[in-house]
């Protein structure tokens, strides 16, 4: 049973003080964000955070109710460190920085699109990629819709860490997951729900947030927000995301690291998974082929060899260790041109 949110946070943040703590810490690499709700954005900050925190000594700028500290590891330092010992700052789109300091490089990381801006006033939108030493995107074709906006970029992907599920679990669950924040309408909720009510006979369930007037039948069980990744992905046997735009699509690589087969949208974030064996592209508009790609990824969930394959195709793109090299080739990069 999960504390309640204010407590869980607290709970979180205090335990980030129960390390050993040297002021005499060096070589810090310091977060700050200026966006704190609850969406895959933040969920993937944090991820980044808590994956160089294996590495280097990392502080992030948040209070003890910052929605982070349902995420950030009890390793990450919470607060500010001294300026003369931070060797690199990782901000945020939102951020408000006082200042740039020319001999610490910037690495602006961003998730969200140009012409969206993700409610940032648009006159500032871009402000902190505008003088960012690198602007870190999660995808090329969230890059070109930041073309002339930055000066150098780096392309590297999300990552999520393996969502082991017990199978002995499998036999109780619901038919199919959908998991996201709902009450964006990008996440396209009412659709979803058509396709669904044509499946008499399956059950579903909904994690995360929806509509206040959203209306459910009997078949479909909504569970409301968890940070627990095995009880949300185990708990359904596919995924269905029929959002209108992601960025990346979080959730996506989290089921696919549990070898859960998924039924997408066919938009850019999908298509990058185009050659997985257990990802079904569809016309979000057109039911037939939404139904029959739901009944082809639960026949393949029944497939261990499948499921296996699935979890194979996320370890070589989507795993820490895979992305880790990436973020430290970036780091090592960006210290060796200090100065020059």
């Known amino acids: 049973m999960e504390l309640p949110s204010t407590l869980r946070k607290l709970y979180h943040y205090a335990k980030s003080f129960s390390l050993f703590r ?3 810490e060096s070589e810090i690499i310091q977060f700050c964000v200026g966006y704190e709700g609850i969406s895959g954005g933040s969920e993937a900050i944090a991820m980044i955070a808590n994956l160089l925190a294996e590495f280097h000594v990392v502080y992030f700028d948040v209070g003890p109710f ?46 969200g699109f140009n012409h969206t801006a ?14 960012a030493s690198v602007v870190h995107f999660v995808s090329e074709f969230q890059r070109s819709d930041f073309l002339n906006e930055y000066r150098n970029c780096a392309v590297i992907p999300n990552y999520t860490n393996r969502i082991a599920l017990s199978s002995n679990t499998r ?34 369930v909904i994690w995360g947030t929806i509509p206040q007037d959203t209306v459910l039948t009997s078949k479909i069980k909504f569970k409301g ?12 046997k596919t995924f269905l995301s029929l959002s209108k735009e992601e960025t990346f699509g979080v959730a996506v690589i989290q089921a696919l690291s549990c070898g859960i087969p998924c039924v997408l949208s066919n938009i850019p ?20 082929e939404c139904l029959d790609a739901i009944n082809n990824a639960l026949e393949m969930a029944e497939s261990n060899t499948k499921r296996n394959n699935i979890i194979q195709y996320w370890e070589k793109r989507f795993s820490k260790d895979i992305v880790a090299q990436q973020w430290n080739h970036l780091i090592q990069k960006l210290e060796q041109n200090v100065g020059k």
């Open 225 to 236: 927000f968890s940070t627990d990744k095995q009880e949300i992905f185990g708990s359904f």
């Open 171 to 204: 036999d109780n669950i619901a038919d199919i997951g959908l998991v996201g924040m709902m009450t964006n309408e990008n996440k396209n909720i009412k659709r979803m729900l058509g396709v669904l009510s044509n499946l008499t006979t399956n059950s579903s």
């Open 269 to 288: 974030a999908h298509r990058q998974h185009k050659d997985c064996i257990g990802v079904f592209l569809v016309d979000e508009n057109n039911l037939e």
């Open 66 to 111: 910052s929605n982070f500290n349902y995420w950030l590891s009890p390793r990450i330092k919470r607060g500010v460190a001294a300026v003369t010992k931070t060797k690199l700052i990782i901000c945020d789109r939102a951020a408000a920085l006082q200042s740039v300091n020319e001999s610490i490089p910037l690495i602006c990381s961003v998730h």
């Open 22 to 24: 040297d002021d005499d």
């Open 118 to 131: 993700h409610k940032i006033d648009s006159s500032i939108a871009n402000r902190n990629i505008n003088v």
